[in-house]
């Protein structure tokens, strides 16, 4: 298992929430990172991700959301502010290409 996500919960909209995603060592030193987030009835789909020295986001979480990585604990971390109905996903990690087996993903719930 590369990757365990957790934090997710159900918050109301324009609340908080950090995931975080427990990415194995040799993963996590080689590859560049990223969240992925699959809402219902949809496809899973790009939200950030970070190299060793950049960070992107697709443009519907820019500027609401922050990527980060834990080196001292091989974590990949996510930090979303403001959220609204339509971030409602279960929320992956993985290598910014998916190179590997998803994990089990962590659900965020955003009622309005």
């Known amino acids: 298992v590369h990757f365990v996500e957790s934090g997710g919960g159900l918050v109301h909209s324009g609340g908080s929430l950090t995931l975080s995603c427990v990415v194995s060592?040799?993963?996590?030193?080689?590859?560049?990172l990223a969240w992925h987030r699959q809402a219902p009835g949809k496809e899973r789909a790009f939200v950030a991700g970070i190299s060793a020295a950049t960070a992107r986001y697709d443009d519907s979480v820019k500027g609401r959301f922050t990527i980060a990585r834990d080196g001292s604990k091989n974590t990949l971390l996510l930090q979303m502010n403001s959220l609204g109905p339509e971030d409602t996903a279960v929320y992956y990690c993985n290598t910014l290409s998916s190179m590997f087996p998803w994990g089990q993903g962590t659900q965020v719930t955003v009622s309005s």
């Open positions: 060592a040799n993963v996590f030193n080689t590859y560049a």
